[in-house]
């Protein structure tokens, strides 16, 4: 089975973090206030910064504060959930090989039958035929229904911003997309179909309160942005530390690693990444470091 990448990893990053919320007819025009933070050592010596993205914004958008700009313009190098965003032949292929499975049966039959009407509404919005998913895993019908009704564009997503802007500088990644992918291959047919379900729940209070986490991240509204942590999709304790908590963990010694060296890196990774007490900044303060906010 194959499906448009970018729609794919818009879809992927909208599960792992804080990304894909509704749309909003205010937001054009606005000016974000993302969450960026200083990390300095036991010295008071800056180390590197924290970004929080999203990974998806309609057209107008303007992320880039004088701060961000700044800190573009003092980093080293770059530092991203993922790298290579723009190998999209590869990684659909990954994607189809791990989607399909023969002989599933209808998507319907995988979900609460209260969730059957909604799911039926989702697949009628979406521009694929309704058979497409006899043979697609749970996991990947979820990734591909979480883009129906999205809030905003992969192209105007911060970390594809951040790759533009540090062209000609070094850019890696803390996982790549195949991993990602695997994260959701991994997970149990239970908890795979709990991540569908999830998905239509939020679809649904998507349309009843467009655009809420979204605008949070626009304003700047931390709180509401670290209440998302543990809320929805989050809520369910197994994907909550597949698709958070344990690839913070994963994160945490190679980012140690870094901060120690001489060059300076922007570590820009989804908001969710960096909120909460499992969060990165908690991880960072636990090993000695100082993290503040830059308003």
């Known amino acids: 089975m194959r499906a448009n990448f970018g729609t794919l990893l818009f879809a992927l990053a909208a599960l792992l973090s804080l990304a894909a919320c ?33 990974h998806t914004l309609p057209d107008g958008i303007e992320w880039r504060t004088q701060p961000v700009e700044r800190v573009i313009d003092q980093a080293d190098y770059l530092i991203l959930e993922v790298a290579e965003l723009d190998n999209q032949r590869a990684i659909a292929t990954i994607f189809g090989e791990l989607a399909s499975t023969e002989g599933l049966g209808p998507l319907s039959q995988r979900v609460d039958p209260k969730l059957r009407e909604p799911l039926a509404q989702i697949v009628a919005r979406s521009d694929l035929p309704g058979n497409t998913f006899e043979n697609t895993e749970s996991w990947a019908a979820a990734l591909m229904l979480a883009r129906v009704d999205a809030f905003g564009e992969p192209a105007n997503g911060v970390d594809r911003g951040l790759i533009r802007d540090f062209a000609g500088r070094k850019i890696i990644g803390f996982e790549t997309a195949e991993g990602q992918l695997r994260i959701f291959d991994a997970l149990a047919e239970a908890e795979q179909r709990d991540l569908l379900e999830g998905t239509v729940r939020e679809w649904v209070a998507a349309r009843q309160n467009p655009g809420r986490l979204a605008q949070a991240y626009i304003n700047g509204d931390i709180a509401t942005l670290e209440s998302a942590t543990t809320e929805g999709i989050m809520a369910d304790p197994e994907l909550r530390e597949a698709l958070l908590v344990g690839r913070n963990r994963a994160w945490s010694d190679p980012l140690l690693a870094v901060l120690g060296a001489r060059d300076r890196p922007l570590v820009a990774v989804g908001a969710a990444h960096l909120l909460g007490p499992e969060g990165l900044i908690a991880m960072l303060e636990q090993n000695g470091y100082t993290v503040s906010r830059i308003e």
């Open 22 to 54: 509704g749309e909003r007819e205010d937001a054009p025009g606005a000016n974000a206030k993302p969450p960026l933070y200083e990390i300095a050592n036991a010295d008071g010596e800056t180390v590197g910064w924290l970004l929080g993205t999203v």
